[in-house]
């Protein structure tokens, strides 16, 4: 039997020297060391031994049966990493050739402001609203103390929308201000609160290099007990001294706008000529930048909270505009005609 195993030991490993590829190899180790193959039918016949040869032969058949499977295993392997190395000849990619360049967009300059503007109401303390760009005639006039017939009306161009109404509240317009958005927060949220609405806004005019049908502006509301306009100022002066980087004052003008009481004009000085006068301030040291006041009654009634519990200011500025002073563009209209080659400079 010791002979018949050396005999199957040198036929497989004969046989082995001789394969090509995975199949012949497959089918070869079916022939020895499968179920039915020669060495398990050898090993088949060790229980009839005589107990003297049996551990001997036994230890010697598992020794056969390990190598063989060993070799087996080895070529196996052998197949397999030339196969794999053939496929990535095949598939070659030289990672060293160098790679088309797509050119890369970057975040308009409108944007870039206002999420500094955003950024720096953050950490004052003021949430980011938003609000419909169509928007109904109620929360654009009426809510905001404008009724119909008021010549205040005449303040902002509007578009209205043909034979769109709310059922509710009235025709349709394109919302020709942020403050709409005053109204829906109370009514939303209630008292106190503390937002900024930055937001496309639309008029019916005329187009030239200082106005657009479209532009962009930001609301500030904030509502709470014990509120001035000392507070105004404070947050005021500090929001334009965070985003130029360097000290700014702020003035206050009467103004009027319906939906506040007392209501006011802001502006800050010069930083071009340090209040001394100059072309970008009209010679006056100051440069306009927004309206505000305090909310009126009748928009805190409108938004449900409680006149005689709450007050608040409110205020609006051009985002445009700030845009235009930030970068000196003096013509509104490159900021949405889509031209790559003005663009690009931001
Ligand atoms: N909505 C006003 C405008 O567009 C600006 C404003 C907002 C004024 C809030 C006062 C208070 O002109």
């Given at each position: 039997m010791k002979d018949q195993l050396e005999k199957i030991k040198k036929d497989a490993l004969e046989a082995l020297n001789k394969i090509k590829d995975i199949d012949a190899l497959k089918n070869l180790e079916v022939k020895f060391l499968g179920r039915k193959g020669l060495l398990t039918n050898l090993l088949r016949?060790?229980?009839?031994?005589?107990p003297a040869e049996k551990p001997l032969i036994g230890k010697l058949s598992n020794t056969i049966k390990v190598d063989l499977e060993q070799a087996f295993a080895t070529l196996g392997q052998k197949f397999e990493t030339e196969k794999l190395e053939k496929e990535l000849k095949k598939d070659?990619?030289?990672?060293?050739i160098p790679g088309t360049a797509r050119p890369l967009g970057h975040i308009h300059p409108l944007s870039q402001v206002q999420e500094e503007v955003e950024r720096i109401f953050n950490q004052m303390g003021f949430a980011i609203m938003d609000g419909p760009e169509v928007e109904s005639e109620y929360y654009n006039f009426e809510g905001l103390?404008?009724?119909?017939?008021?010549?205040?009306?005449?303040?902002q161009d509007t578009f209205f929308l043909k034979d769109?109404?709310?059922?509710?509240?009235g025709r349709m317009v394109l919302r020709t201000h942020t403050s709409p958005v005053q109204v829906r927060t109370m009514e939303k949220y209630g008292a106190p609160l503390r937002v900024i609405v930055p937001g496309r806004v639309f008029r019916y005019e005329a187009t030239d290099a200082s106005h657009d049908t479209t532009f962009y502006q930001v609301e500030g509301l904030l509502i709470d007990k014990n509120i001035s306009l000392s507070h105004l100022k404070g947050v005021m002066a500090e929001f334009l001294t965070r985003l130029f980087g360097k000290p700014v004052k702020v003035r206050f003008r009467p103004g009027y706008f319906p939906f506040v009481e007392p209501g006011l004009e802001l502006d800050f000085s010069c930083l071009l000529c340090g209040e001394k006068g100059c072309r970008v301030c009209k010679h006056t040291g100051w440069i306009e930048f927004m309206g505000a006041g305090m909310v009126h009654e009748n928009v805190l009634k409108a938004g449900g909270v409680d006149p005689k519990e709450y007050q608040g200011w409110a205020f609006g500025f051009g985002l445009t505009r700030l845009v235009m002073m930030r970068y000196g563009?003096?013509?509104?209209r490159l900021l949405t005609n889509g031209d790559q080659r003005f663009i690009k400079q931001f």
């Open positions: 016949g060790v229980k009839d031994l005589s070659f990619f030289d990672t060293t103390n404008i009724p119909k017939d008021h010549p205040a009306r005449d303040m769109k109404n709310d059922k509710d509240h563009i003096d013509d509104i």
